[in-house]
């Protein structure tokens, strides 16, 4: 009798820890991985940009809600919210925080902290801005990718004078607050110097500003206008281009999704691919990789679209010549 009690308590203490064992397991897997995502921008806007992050981030086989989260931070164009937002992310000690939207979210993450890595996208040189050592040698905890976008507003005249041959006075927008607004008027001025443009410099940070930008160039005769690249006009690219349509102002933007919207042509870096560059070495240091050892990409692919039913509403023609070289052509 005593045997069989005996025996008895052996197996329910041993099917006790058969039903424990596999709990114990659990507990002991390790945590799903959190990427910080930092962004001048709001949701909206970006919502194509996010996916072609996700995308990059399966290349790398990880998988948004199944064995990767990420927390969203929003600054909503307001770059004084940077500083704060960053702070809570290096707070929850996320894997990884990958900072988009212009070179100001890297650098407000770069103050924060030296130990978890940084992958950015930005329009802005990020040697020149202080965010890495060099393009091949990033050192540090931070790389990313360099979309080139700030570099790009001589050509965007170039073109713009192309389709507008008639503009003897051409406005430009710039954002006063965006951290690239030095280098864009740079090259905007020197651009136009080259070709004896006369320009009309408009600054604009808000919705209020933009209305009265655009209020002021049309008042001016202005025969064409140049909007820079900023996230704070990502944010207002609805506003924009119904004011370049109310005012009958032919615009060249820097973003596809501009033309695309009703706007008359835009040139620019393919930010989609800039963004799945981001998420594929956001994926490679997931798997432990280091910032230091990924050279900073630079952004190869660019885009210019013209959107022909705008350019018929603004009694313009487009050649021939011009529509091949477009890579799109929105009818």
């Given at each position: 009798?005593?045997?069989?009690?005996?025996?008895?308590?052996?197996?329910?203490?041993?099917?006790?820890?058969?039903?424990?064992?596999?709990?114990?397991?659990?507990?002991?897997?390790?945590?799903?991985?959190?990427?910080?995502?930092?962004?001048t921008g709001s949701p909206g806007p970006y919502a194509a940009s996010?996916?072609?992050?996700?995308?990059?981030?399966?290349?790398?086989?990880?998988?948004?809600?199944?064995?990767?989260?990420?927390?969203?931070?929003?600054?909503?164009?307001?770059?004084?919210?940077?500083?704060?937002?960053?702070?809570?992310?290096?707070?929850?000690?996320?894997?990884?925080?990958?900072?988009?939207?212009?070179?100001?979210?890297?650098?407000?993450?770069?103050?924060?902290?030296?130990?978890?890595?940084?992958?950015?996208?930005?329009?802005?040189?990020?040697?020149?801005?202080?965010?890495?050592?060099?393009?091949?040698?990033?050192?540090?905890?931070?790389?990313?990718?360099?979309?080139?976008?700030?570099?790009?507003?001589?050509?965007?005249?170039?073109?713009?004078?192309?389709m507008v041959p008639t503009a003897t006075l051409i406005a430009a927008?710039?954002?006063?607050?965006?951290?690239?607004?030095?280098?864009?008027?740079?090259?905007?001025?020197?651009?136009?110097?080259?070709?004896?443009?006369?320009?009309?410099?408009?600054?604009?940070?808000?919705?209020?500003?933009?209305?009265?930008?655009?209020?002021?160039?049309?008042?001016?005769?202005?025969?064409?206008?140049?909007?820079?690249?900023?996230?704070?006009?990502?944010?207002?690219?609805?506003?924009?281009?119904?004011?370049?349509?109310?005012?009958?102002?032919?615009?060249?933007?820097?973003?596809?999704?501009?033309?695309?919207?009703?706007?008359?042509?835009?040139?620019?870096?393919?930010?989609?691919?800039?963004?799945?560059?981001?998420?594929?070495?956001?994926?490679?240091?997931?798997?432990?990789?280091?910032?230091?050892?990924?050279p900073v990409q630079q952004s190869t692919k660019f885009e210019f679209?013209?959107?022909?039913?705008?350019?018929?509403?603004?009694?313009?023609?487009?050649?021939?010549?011009?529509?091949?070289?477009?890579?799109?052509?929105?009818?």
């Amino acid at each position: 009798m005593a045997f069989d009690i005996g025996r008895r308590r052996f197996i329910s203490a041993l099917g006790g820890a058969a039903v424990a064992w596999p709990l114990a397991a659990r507990a002991q897997q390790p945590a799903m991985p959190v990427i910080g995502f930092l962004s001048t921008g709001s949701p909206g806007p970006y919502a194509a940009s996010v996916a072609a992050l996700r995308r990059g981030l399966n290349e790398t086989d990880f998988t948004e809600g199944q064995n990767v989260a990420i927390e969203y931070r929003w600054a909503e164009g307001q770059y004084d919210r940077l500083p704060v937002l960053a702070a809570d992310l290096v707070r929850r000690q996320v894997a990884v925080i990958v900072a988009t939207g212009s070179i100001a979210p890297a650098l407000a993450a770069k103050a924060l902290t030296k130990s978890i890595p940084i992958v950015f996208s930005t329009g802005g040189d990020p040697v020149q801005g202080g965010l890495v050592d060099s393009l091949n040698r990033p050192s540090g905890n931070v790389t990313g990718v360099f979309a080139l976008v700030d570099s790009l507003e001589g050509k965007r005249l170039g073109l713009l004078r192309e389709m507008v041959p008639t503009a003897t006075l051409i406005a430009a927008l710039l954002d006063p607050v965006n951290p690239a607004f030095e280098s864009q008027l740079k090259d905007i001025q020197e651009a136009a110097r080259a070709v004896g443009q006369q320009l009309q410099i408009l600054h604009a940070s808000s919705e209020h500003e933009i209305d009265s930008a655009f209020a002021t160039a049309a008042q001016s005769r202005a025969g064409a206008m140049l909007v820079s690249a900023s996230p704070v006009y990502a944010i207002r690219r609805d506003q924009l281009v119904a004011l370049a349509a109310r005012h009958a102002i032919p615009t060249i933007f820097y973003q596809r999704e501009f033309a695309v919207a009703g706007g008359l042509m835009s040139y620019g870096t393919n930010f989609l691919e800039a963004y799945r560059q981001v998420g594929v070495y956001t994926g490679k240091i997931l798997k432990g990789a280091k910032p230091a050892d990924l050279p900073v990409q630079q952004s190869t692919k660019f885009e210019f679209v013209i959107n022909l039913k705008t350019a018929k509403a603004l009694g313009l023609t487009v050649s021939n010549s011009m529509q091949l070289l477009a890579d799109e052509v929105i009818e």
